[in-house]
């Protein structure tokens, strides 16, 4: 008697695969590693796309399966990402990390954490100067001295063709 998906136990699932076949413990379908790490089946399957997971297979019901490692293997993703890193900078790391087995990956993480250093001071400065003309136009706008920009601004605005007297 052939054992069907709804057989197996709860952590078994019939996996198809190339090749027939195989019954396998511990695998999740997208949905569960979903639910389990918090990311929608979208950006799931995005990494997947940019080889960051890897399935198992198909269960007869064409769900995708994966293994327990898929869970950690997010939880890397998202930590990096909470660095700062970009996906485009993660997966030069899971490039490494593959192909390069023997090879330390910690150079190249230094570097990457280096660029996002970079990328966030520049964005401080950026915020910083915006600040900067916010607290200018507020001022322009009570009636203190401002700068030339913040007091054209304000001036310009004052000039409302739409609120003027006819």
Partial sequence: MAMTEQDASPGEQRIRMK???????????IGQLSRRTGLPIKVLRHYEDLGFLYTLGRSESNYRLFGEEAVWCVQ??????SLGL???????????YLERPGE???????AQLAQAVARVEARITALQALRQRILEF????AGAPAQPAAYALAQLLA?????SAV
Avoid at 87 to 95: D, F, G, H, R, S
Wanted: aromatic share 0%; with cysteine.
């Fill in 159 to 163: 000039r409302d063709p739409s609120r």
């Fill in 19 to 29: 090749g027939g076949n195989m019954l396998r413990s511990n695998v999740i379908t």
């Fill in 86 to 96: 970009t996906l485009k900078e993660i997966q030069a790391l899971v490039t490494c």
């Fill in 76 to 81: 890397v993703i998202q930590g990096l990402r």
């Fill in 138 to 141: 507020q001022a322009a706008c």
């Fill in 104 to 110: 330390p990956s910690g150079v190249l993480l230094e």
